[in-house]
Each structure stands twice: as structure tokens, then as C-alpha cells.
């Protein structure tokens, strides 16, 4: 929770509202992205269900394991409300390092909404999620520096790709309504989100809170605290400017200011701007590139956090697309 009386930090919202850096995609950006969703279709998709006692009526909770980028094995979680269906389904992303229990509580209450529910444990962070790639720079702790001198190595572009091949399981399944498929998460939940939405024409809506991974270039400058700061001690480590150079064209690839232009579903984002994690900067910057129907939802006393009035807000938004 913020401390009291904690104050904004970053720009004036009048000024976030415009504020639009250039992109720093670049020049095979798509092409890049376009050869990762080829790799990842020569995959098949295959996943396994194994249920899960859960003391919760009208709902069936599932452990699923399916088969992500390059093979590797991705856990997850699936609620499914009683019935026949078709249900809209909801894809789920959590927190960097952040799945308590993998998060199985707000997979079931999701699906009590009405919702079949599934919930992506990122490769390496939580449960049996496997990361089998071997990188050959980066990672003196957490994920943020493995493999960044390197677009094809670095850890998020399994972990995008993981989330695309999960809408693809869930829409695959018998009850889920293909056609009514939303995302949501909060923080890097946030980034898998937004980048699902982009590399996916599956998600017809996409909720994000506070999303992660974005505006890199002044997330590593200003951002007080958190994973961030993981990408700040790496350069400490390697203080070859050349790296930094390196790292920095790598991260662009990742970074959801750029892929926000390829997201063409309704879009709807929220902040708080005493956010310490995730700069109010860094998610205007990305925001502000969409070009589909969006909204974003803004909240002057909040930081990283749970806020009630916007999750409010999503469920509407969640319900009016949706219809549960």
C-alpha cells in the first residue's frame, strides 16, 4: 500500500494525456514478430486437464499443462462455470514473480462470473512452468536481463509467445465461445495483455491494469522502484556502453509502447499516478499509441495496486462485450 500522503512523481496529467515519445521499433520489428508466431505454429497444440478439488458450487476448476513456445511445458489454471456452454472465455496473466497459489482463488471467481476462466503461470516464475531456453548473457537475478542481447533469446519472447498459444488452448475448448474472448491482468499481466492483444486476433476485448514492460528507455530513467531496477544493475555489471546499446534494441522488440499499434480490439488501461512500479509516463507512452477503441481509466491517489472503482469499470466492460 502507498504510504500516506504520497504525491505524484512524474508528469502533470495534462501532460500525460499527450504524451506520445516516437517509437523505438525496430526496422524488422514485424517481421520479427511474424517469424515468432510461425516458429510457434510449427508447435502443435496439445494440452492435458488434470481436476483440481476446489470448495466452490456451480464451478470445475482444472489444472492445465499445455505445450508453449518451443515445446515448452506452461501450467496454468481453468475454471469452467457448470453447463453446456458456449461460455465467453477470459484469458488470465499475472504478476511479475506474483501468483500466490497460482492465483486458482481469481480463476474460480471469474468463472462464478460466468467466465471460462484460464490463468497462465509464467515459464520459470510459478509452478511447473518450465523456461527451457539456455541463455548466454543477462540474468544476475530475476528474468528481466536473460538473454537481452538478444531479441531470439530474451525471456519475454517465449513468455509472449507462451500467451498466445493459451488463447489459442482456450479457444480451442468445446464450451468457449471463440468469438467472445477477452484478456486481462495487472502489471506484467498488464504487458501480456496488451502484447496477447497484439500478436492475437483471438481477444475481441483487453483489460489492463497498470501494465508492465513498457517505455523502457524512461522506465530504466525514472521508475523509484521495482523489477525495473533489475535492467539498472545489469548495466551496473557491464558497464561496456556497447551492451547497454545492445540491450536497450533488444528490449524495443518487447517494449508495449511499440507493439500498441498492432492491437486492433477494444483496449481499456488504468493507472494510478502515485504508481512507483509502472510510471504513469510509461503507460500514457503506450496508451497513447493505440489506435483502436480505447479508454483508460486514471486514479490520483493510487499506486500499484488493487483499486476498487477500476475493477468496477472492467467488470462493466468485461460484461458488455463479453455478455456472461
Excluded at 35 to 41: C, H, N, P
Excluded at 126 to 143: C, I, K, M, R
Aim: charge should be negative; charged fraction near 20%; proline fraction near 6%.
Amino acid at each position: 500500500m502507498p504510504a500516506l500522503a504520497q504525491q505524484p512523481y512524474d508528469l502533470p496529467l495534462s501532460e500525460l494525456e499527450k504524451y506520445k515519445p516516437s517509437l523505438t521499433r525496430q526496422p524488422d520489428f514485424d517481421a520479427f514478430w511474424e517469424r515468432s508466431l510461425r516458429e510457434l505454429a510449427g508447435t502443435p497444440l496439445k494440452y492435458e486437464l488434470a481436476p483440481r478439488d476446489y470448495p466452490a458450487r456451480k464451478v470445475r476448476l482444472y489444472k492445465i499443462v499445455y505445450a508453449g513456445f518451443r515445446g515448452a511445458n506452461v501450467q496454468g489454471w481453468l475454471a469452467m462455470p457448470d453447463g453446456d456452454g458456449p461460455f465467453p472465455g477470459l484469458m488470465l496473466f499475472h504478476g511479475y514473480n506474483w501468483a500466490m497459489e497460482g492465483q486458482i482463488h481469481e480463476v474460480v471467481n471469474w468463472a462464478l462470473h460466468g467466465y471460462a476462466a484460464m490463468l497462465m503461470l509464467c515459464r520459470g516464475q510459478q509452478g511447473e512452468s518450465v523456461d527451457n531456453t539456455v541463455y548466454s548473457h543477462g540474468a544476475h537475478a530475476g528474468w528481466m536481463s536473460k538473454g537481452i542481447l538478444s531479441e531470439d533469446e530474451y525471456y519475454y519472447r517465449g513468455v509472449y509467445m507462451d500467451a498466445v498459444r493459451g488463447l489459442e488452448v482456450l479457444a480451442s475448448l468445446d464450451k468457449v465461445d471463440r468469438a467472445r474472448i477477452g484478456v486481462t491482468g495487472g502489471s506484467q499481466g498488464g504487458a501480456l495483455t496488451l502484447a496477447a492483444a497484439a500478436l492475437s486476433d483471438i481477444p475481441v476485448v483487453a483489460a489492463a491494469d497498470h501494465p508492465y514492460l513498457a517505455h523502457f528507455e524512461r522506465a530504466i530513467d525514472i521508475a523509484p522502484a521495482g523489477p525495473y531496477h533489475e535492467l539498472n544493475e545489469f548495466f551496473r555489471r557491464n558497464g561496456d556502453p556497447e551492451i547497454e546499446t545492445r540491450a536497450k534494441r533488444t528490449l524495443s522488440y518487447f517494449d508495449v509502447m511499440n507493439l500498441a499499434p498492432r492491437i486492433r480490439c477494444r483496449t481499456w488501461v488504468s493507472i494510478g499516478l502515485v504508481d512507483t512500479i509502472t510510471p504513469p509516463s510509461t503507460v500514457f507512452a503506450a496508451y497513447n499509441h493505440l489506435q483502436c477503441d480505447k479508454s483508460i481509466a486514471v486514479f490520483r491517489y493510487f499506486g500499484h495496486e488493487y483499486i476498487p472503482r477500476a475493477h468496477e469499470e472492467k467488470l462493466r466492460l468485461l460484461m458488455e462485450t463479453l455478455r456472461p
